[in-house]
Structures are given as C-alpha cells and as structure tokens.
C-alpha cells in the first residue's frame, strides 16, 4: 500500500496569516493515464470529512479560492493563503492513484 | 443539493451483526462508485469498501474481507454495508461516500458503531 506522510502534525497559526501543509507518498502518485490523483480534505471539529482539492490543484465546489493545492510525483503541498477561524480543523492528504486508495495521518490547523 | 444520509449504527457485542444504510439524493446515484470510510474514535480515515456504479464490482479492505458486504440498490438510491463477526477494532463512525474524479465528494454525516461487551 502507499503510505502518506503528512508534516507537520500540528500547525497553529494566527489568523489572517498563511499556512501551509506537506505530504509526501511512498511512490510516485502518476497513474498510467498521466493524472496525479492526490486530494485533500478538511475535517472541521464534529464534522465529516470535506473535500477541498482534487487531482493536485483543483477546488471542489464550494471551496474558497484561499485553498490551493500543487505539487507532483511524490511531493505535495496544500496551503491556506490567510487562515481564518472556520479553518480550524484537521486536513487529510489521499491518494487515489493506487488501490487501496490511503490517507495520510492528519494535520491539526490551530488558531495561536 | 447533493445529500448522504447514514443510517444504522448503534452498540452491538462481539460477533453480532449490523446493517447500515445510506440514503443519497440530489445526484444520478446509479452513475457514481460509492465508498464506505470509516474513523476510529480520534484517529485517522481508513476506507472500507466500494461498490461500482452498477453493483458488478465490489471491493474491500482486507480486514473486513469476508465479514462485511457492501451493497447497492440503485432504484431506492441506497447505499448498504452488512457487518456480520463485528469485532472491537471495528468500533468507528462509518461515513458512506461518492466517489469524484478519483476521490470522495461529498460524505454523509456518518453513524457510529460501536462493538463492545
């Protein structure tokens, strides 16, 4: 299975700063057809998982464009351009290039 | 608006079964793959399985296969999951999932399970 590493941890931030959040996967993340399928999701506390960004770099509906995602092969960032208080939660790196499809270990997003 | 509904969760001993249930509206359900996710109590996600847009292909996680099974009914767009020999390490809220362009979007509000004695 692939493994996602996701660094930091825990991030606290203040708000209206940037924030910015890695993972890395044990083996490239392009599939035979040429896409890169790395998301990324957010967990708001007592909520469900959310998607924010799809095959590297694209926001899913609804998604503010303070989100972005890049990155390529193996290497990944999500960063948040000015963080404010409704972004406080845990962030999720997936890779659905190889099956079984994993997650990384999850990225606390703190307020200082 | 697109919406998933679980269903089904509660509190079961070792070894007894459960059937949980997902009720999806404002999308074509029989066009997308779903998932079940579930997430042990603080910890991380981990997929369950899947079901093809037509049922024909299921897929699971090797430490449900055998026990549980995912199921579809595309006229009552439904989404299922049947937990038969439930152990503790099953104990997690269980969120069903559309798939989108190879990846889950949205997720439902999930039901929590919980096995214990």
């Known amino acids: 299975d692939i493994v996602m590493t996701q660094t930091p941890l825990s991030s606290p931030v203040t708000l209206g700063q940037p924030a910015s959040i890695s993972c890395r996967s044990s083996?490239?993340?392009?599939?035979?057809?040429?896409?890169?399928?790395l998301s990324w999701l957010q967990q708001r506390p007592g909520q469900p998982p959310r998607l924010l960004i799809y095959?590297?770099?694209n926001r899913f509906s609804g998604v503010p464009d303070r989100f972005s995602g890049s990155g390529a092969g193996t290497d990944f960032t999500l960063k948040i351009s000015r963080v404010e208080a409704e972004d406080v939660g845990v962030y999720y790196c997936?890779?659905?290039?190889?099956?079984?499809?994993?997650f990384g270990q999850g990225t606390r997003v703190e307020i200082k | 608006e697109v919406q998933l509904v679980e269903s089904g969760g509660g509190l079961v001993q070792p070894g007894g079964s459960l059937r949980l249930s997902c009720a999806a509206s404002?999308?074509?359900?029989?066009?997308?793959?779903m998932s079940w996710v579930r997430q042990a109590p603080g910890k991380g996600l981990e997929w369950v399985a899947n079901?093809?847009?037509?049922?024909?292909?299921?897929y699971y996680v090797d430490s449900v296969k055998g026990r549980f099974t995912i199921s579809r009914d595309n006229a009552k767009n439904s989404l299922y999951l049947q937990m038969n020999s439930l152990r503790v390490e099953d104990t997690a809220v269980y969120y069903c999932?559309?798939?989108?362009?190879?990846?889950?979007?949205?997720w439902g509000q999930g039901t929590l399970v919980t096995v214990s004695s």
């Open positions: 999932a559309r798939h989108f362009d190879y990846s889950y979007g949205p």
């Open positions: 404002g999308f074509t359900f029989s066009s997308y793959w």
């Open positions: 079901i093809k847009k037509d049922g024909s292909e299921k």
């Open positions: 083996q490239s993340l392009i599939y035979s057809d040429g896409n890169t399928y």
């Open positions: 095959k590297i770099s």
């Open positions: 997936m890779q659905a290039t190889q099956f079984p499809w994993t």
